[in-house]
């Protein structure tokens, strides 16, 4: 389980460590970092399929995803007297971001190449990377440490004579793969690679969830949402039939669900007290359908390391977010869950119905991302590896 979470100079999140526990609620108002939050354990995630640069890209590049500020804020800044002034960069230009848990944990830093000819001089270099065993790097507990192109790996008594080379803008998290010469850089590399991301569902009329679609055992829901026939099946069949019954019943009272089957073509139908015949996806509400894909999603038969879920209440109701808060708190018994809301019924609902939720609330201080109430002496204990 993840219990650190740590990110520098990615948007408003200047300097950001924060504590995960089994679920953990991050709140805030808009504009507070909660998306960007979000985005940054996504390319955390990107990081491990070797597609960190590609993600960056998508947001403009490194330098339009950088911290805007300046690095400190001067007391007259504080006090109001005077306002922000650019100042002269004095640290290397990075963006950073890592990781720690019971077992293991994992950092990586960014920065810009050295300027030169090249048509990619934009394009962001890995200039640190480590895993470490435990939840704090020391150098006694690293595991394997990157630095430019080369990669070192621990030894029973000691580093590694023959360092391997990797390229700058690869990670080593996809690049090195020696089961042999490090067991453990795999396990992190797979279980990153686990981490499933869900965020806002399409439930328009074209919505792929509302299409009939050929079924196939569908034990983790797309992100499209367009095998949501198939997974509802394959949770009934190979799940928690039983979770599944009392989602629905506590969100519709009196409402089942089946799964139609026309020459292998799988089709939802919603069956409720009072209709004489069951409702398609297509007929169904935004609300409902939505529902009805959380429920989905978060009662996967392969549950992953960690489940992110980005802004969950959506378009439902908010007579629907207990029984949300109820599918949620089921799905944490399984697997590791961290939702960025800012519907606070919801966060209420899952404080009262978990007693393992950590609510994070997130507040803008002169432009930067900080946890409120947090002061220095609170923060988990997070070292970054040097350049």
């Not at 810009?112 to 001089?121: K, M, R, T, Y």
Request: aromatic share 6%; proline share 7%.
């Amino acid at each position: 389980m993840l219990t650190t979470l740590a990110v520098e100079n990615y948007r408003s999140l200047r300097d950001l460590v924060l504590p995960l526990a089994r679920l953990t609620v991050v709140t805030g108002a808009n504009g507070s970092g909660k998306s960007s939050l979000y985005r940054a354990l996504r390319l955390l995630a990107d990081t491990a399929r070797n597609g960190a640069v590609a993600a960056l890209a998508r947001e403009g590049g490194l330098p339009s995803t950088l911290w805007a500020g300046p690095e400190v804020h001067g007391r007259a800044v504080r006090e109001g007297r005077t306002p922000v002034q650019g100042t002269r960069r004095t640290k290397p230009v990075g963006l950073r971001l890592g990781f720690a848990g019971d077992e293991f944990g994992y950092a990586l830093d960014l920065g810009l190449p050295v300027p030169g000819e090249s048509a990619f001089n934009l394009d962001p270099e890995f200039k640190r990377e480590a895993v470490w065993h435990g939840p704090v790097l020391r150098p006694a507990t690293l595991l394997a440490d990157r630095a430019g192109t080369v990669v070192r790996i621990r030894e029973d008594r000691g580093w590694a004579e023959d360092p391997h080379r990797i390229g700058l803008t690869d990670s080593m998290l996809s690049e090195y793969a020696d089961p042999r010469a490090c067991p453990e850089l795999l396990v992190v590399r797979d279980r990153i690679r686990s981490w499933r991301f869900y965020d806002h569902f399409r439930t328009d009329a074209a919505a792929p969830a509302r299409q009939p679609r050929i079924g196939t055992r569908t034990p983790v829901l797309d992100h499209d949402g367009g095998d949501l026939a198939a997974a509802l099946r394959t949770i009934q069949e190979f799940g928690d039939a039983t979770a599944l019954a009392t989602a629905v019943d506590d969100a519709f009272p009196g409402s089942t669900l089946s799964v139609g089957n026309t020459d292998g073509r799988f089709e939802l139908r919603f069956h409720q007290h009072g209709l004489l015949r069951p409702l398609s996806a297509a007929e169904l509400s935004d609300g409902t359908l939505r529902y009805l894909l959380w429920v989905a999603a978060l009662l996967s038969p392969r549950p992953p390391e960690l489940l992110v879920l980005n802004e969950p209440e959506t378009s439902l109701h908010p007579e629907l977010l207990p029984a949300l808060a109820a599918l949620i708190a089921t799905a944490a018994k399984e697997a590791q869950i961290v939702v960025v809301s800012h519907a606070q019924p919801l966060v209420r609902a899952l404080e009262q119905i978990s007693g393992e939720v950590a609510s994070l609330e997130l507040e803008k201080e002169f432009g930067a991302t900080t946890l409120r109430g947090q002061g220095k002496l609170d923060r988990p204990a997070w070292q970054w590896p040097k350049r």
